[in-house]
């Protein structure tokens, strides 16, 4: 089973115009209710229907679906109508199907999505069936976070992607590193050594872009701050807390200490990291799950034998919370055949089908803690860091307004700022704040 490559996208920043131009929905099917007491999932009989479910492409392979729809249909009658999805244009297309009386009724939904959708009323609130649709699960933080607005459940989480530190063994055992690292203090050390053992002034024991907000929010989170926070409905930035302010100070110095002065103000693209990676311009990186295949793609004398992973570790005693980039399902508010799409995602989030065909055939990381422990079993040592990494993750606000302030780059500019010394940790922190504030509360 190979670890197939993570979708990290924010699909155009959501093209949050598209999806804030959504008018308020009510359901038109038989699911949901108006009560949040915690309900079993309906169990109807749909014989002569059809559910209509889109599904990205890329995200599951057809013989999941395939797996997925016979249950469904054993467990109902019903036959489903499956229609794969393009990513080019696809937020527009959602929001315009969403909108109209007759929408898909279960759509594949990138995990950042949600927010966005079920702000405007688009998504059914599955909040009463919460705790029937983990089947005793305790889902992944960083997919059931952006798939919750004001408390309440709008999309079910479906697969993840996590990044982890990604090293070369062979570099590494070369400066007298030959076991990963599990702590701070271990990881600090070794990258020391590796260093030391590579002088050249264009190398990175640890590659890690100043623009990296990704990166930078592991710090941040493990230090115990946060990007922003909700209580009854009104936002609050918080990177000028202590605990934020901490957890930038820790990421100037890591990034200063292990990357090249010029990674400061540069991004992950420009040059691409995987490439430095495989160039042998650096022998550490954090990334994605699939980034192996691409460090592999540009240097194919880099075996697997060359490759380690682990959780990046914090000062904190855990590992590093990470984002994670994934899926949820939703189901549209205004579906004819709410209770059949109920039945039909608990299925595809089901711990059979997770574990089955989610990780066993397709190769994504579970929806659930439970399901990354039983995967123990299957995944490779490669492997097994990313699976390691998900089990600590967090999520950006849960805002129909976080897409377009993260589109607009400031906050990658942000910890830019702070790492190359353009600005102090505050000031930065004050203009980023001010401006979360407005967007979040816009």
């Known amino acids: 089973m190979k670890l197939r490559i993570q979708r990290y996208t924010a699909v155009g920043a959501l093209g949050l115009a598209a999806a804030l131009a959504l008018t308020a929905c009510s359901s038109s099917g038989t699911g949901g209710s108006s009560?949040?007491?915690?309900?079993?999932?309906?169990?109807?009989?749909?014989?002569g229907k059809t559910l209509t479910v889109w599904v990205m492409t890329g995200d599951y392979t057809p013989e999941t679906i395939d797996a997925i729809n016979a249950e469904f249909t054993e467990q109902t009658g019903a036959d489903v109508d499956v229609q794969i999805q393009q990513w080019d244009g696809i937020t527009t297309k959602i929001s315009t199907a969403l909108a109209t009386s007759t929408p898909p009724d279960v759509l594949d939904l990138g995990n950042p999505q949600a927010a966005s959708y079920?702000?405007?009323?688009?998504?059914?609130d599955l909040t009463p069936y919460r705790d029937d649709l983990k089947q005793g699960q305790t889902w992944l933080t960083g997919l059931e976070?952006?798939?919750?607005?004001?408390?309440?459940?709008?999309?079910?989480?479906?697969?993840?992607?996590?990044?982890?530190?990604?090293?070369?063994?062979?570099?590494?055992?070369?400066?007298?590193?030959?076991?990963?690292?599990?702590?701070?203090?271990?990881?600090?050390?070794?990258?020391?050594?590796?260093?030391?053992?590579?002088?050249?002034?264009?190398?990175?024991?640890?590659?890690?872009?100043?623009?990296?907000?990704?990166?930078?929010?592991?710090?941040v989170w493990d230090a115990g701050g946060e990007i922003a926070t909700s209580k009854d409905g009104t936002w609050t930035a918080g990177l000028e807390s202590d605990e934020a302010q901490q957890g930038l100070a820790d990421f100037t110095e890591f990034q200063n200490a292990y990357s090249t002065p010029a990674s400061q103000t540069l991004d992950t693209d420009a040059p691409d990291?995987?490439?430095?990676?495989?160039?042998?311009?650096?022998?550490?990186?954090?990334?994605?799950?699939?980034?192996?295949?691409?460090?592999?793609?540009?240097?194919?004398?880099?075996t697997d034998d060359d490759f380690g992973t682990f959780p990046m570790p914090g000062k904190s005693g855990e590992t590093q919370p990470v984002m994670l980039g994934?899926?949820?399902?939703?189901?549209?508010?205004?579906?004819?055949?709410?209770?059949?799409?109920?039945?039909?995602?608990?299925?595809?989030?089901?711990?059979?089908?997770?574990?089955?065909?989610?990780?066993?055939?397709?190769?994504?990381?579970?929806?659930?803690?439970?399901?990354?422990?039983?995967?123990?079993?299957?995944?490779?040592?490669?492997?097994?860091?990313?699976?390691?990494?998900?089990?600590?993750s967090k999520a950006t606000p849960a805002s129909a307004n976080w897409a377009a302030l993260e589109g607009d780059k400031s906050i990658n500019q942000l910890f830019s700022s702070v790492v190359s010394g353009s600005k102090s940790p505050e000031a930065a922190a004050k203009s980023f704040d001010e401006a979360t504030d407005e967007a979040l509360n816009d």
């Open 35 to 47: 009560s949040d007491e915690p309900q079993a999932v309906p169990t109807t009989k749909g014989d």
């Open 145 to 219: 976070e952006p798939a919750t607005v004001d408390d309440s459940l709008y999309a079910v989480p479906g697969f993840a992607g996590a990044r982890a530190v990604i090293y070369n063994k062979t570099m590494w055992a070369e400066a007298g590193v030959t076991e990963a690292p599990t702590t701070y203090d271990e990881l600090t050390a070794d990258l020391d050594k590796v260093k030391a053992a590579n002088t050249e002034s264009d190398f990175s024991a640890f590659y890690l872009p100043g623009q990296y907000w990704y990166a930078g929010m592991q710090f």
């Open 326 to 392: 994934g899926s949820d399902w939703g189901i549209a508010a205004k579906s004819q055949n709410s209770d059949l799409a109920l039945q039909w995602t608990k299925i595809a989030t089901s711990p059979d089908i997770q574990n089955e065909w989610v990780v066993g055939n397709d190769g994504w990381i579970p929806n659930s803690e439970e399901g990354i422990e039983a995967a123990g079993s299957v995944v490779t040592p490669i492997q097994k860091g990313f699976f390691d990494a998900a089990l600590n």
């Open 118 to 124: 079920a702000a405007n009323g688009a998504l059914l």
């Open 273 to 302: 990291q995987t490439q430095v990676f495989a160039d042998g311009k650096t022998a550490t990186i954090l990334h994605t799950n699939g980034s192996i295949d691409l460090i592999q793609k540009a240097n194919p004398a880099l």
